[in-house]
């Protein structure tokens, strides 16, 4: 794999990664602790990824892991945010189904 055939693929899978810290904290701004990390790492890893990496492109898939767990865990929290009044007590369920908790003494 070629360096541009890199380049393609790092790019966006920057700017997933960008784009999910974003829907998860709201805003990232190009000065923030964050996006500067991530920025040198991606700028870093350009040279010496060709010469430690198991793999050519051991680096993207990495990134593109991180990238799908951040998307995950954002939707994890969706869900559970959706979902997470719905649970009803224990007396409050047996009284549905009309029956009674037996009571502790």
Partial sequence: MSALERS???IPTFRRIISELRKSKGSLPRDSQEFIFLKE???GHQVTQKLHCKSPNEM???AATYATYLQATRALDELHERYKGAERSVEESAKLVGLQVPQNN
């Fill in 41 to 43: 790492q991606m700028r």
């Fill in 60 to 62: 993207e898939h990495l």
């Fill in 8 to 10: 393609r693929t790092a």
